[in-house]
């Protein structure tokens, strides 16, 4: 595993949470920019890494969105004082998906999923790009 390449990539996970914060961001323009973000973490992942594209993206795209939650979770309170609105949202979902009872849960379920799926974006960019290589 190319943990460097990683790390790196990873680090724009906290980057993104803190920009999220202090910037005037939308909810929803937010939730792109991070489906974005690890898009392009698993793209570089696979363009850059030697082997093992879908361990990679996936520990990368994985280590990024704890981070990112890590931050967020800790700096909530300035969160909502910069987003207002953003309570409003995070209700109306919460309450649309009321079978789940934790938010932390529900948060912890996304991040798997799109890591996996990251990491399947990673091996398709990887081995394509390999292929082209020899």
Do not use: C
């Amino acid at each position: 595993m190319n943990w460097k390449l990683i790390l790196l990539l990873s680090i724009a996970g906290p980057l993104l949470a803190v920009l999220g914060i202090y910037a005037n961001i939308s909810f929803n323009s937010e939730q792109i920019i991070t489906l974005v973000l690890f898009l392009v973490i698993a793209f570089v992942i696979g363009l850059l890494s030697k082997s093992k594209f879908f361990l990679n993206g996936m520990v990368a795209v994985l280590l990024a969105g704890f981070l990112m939650t890590v931050v967020r979770l800790k700096l909530l309170s300035l969160y909502f004082q910069y987003h207002p609105e953003t309570m409003d949202q995070a209700e109306l979902i919460f309450h649309k998906i009321s079978f789940i009872r934790s938010p932390l849960l529900i948060i912890s379920i996304l991040l798997l999923t799109i890591s996996i799926l990251a990491g399947f974006v990673s091996l398709a960019i990887g081995s394509f790009a390999n292929r082209n290589r020899l």
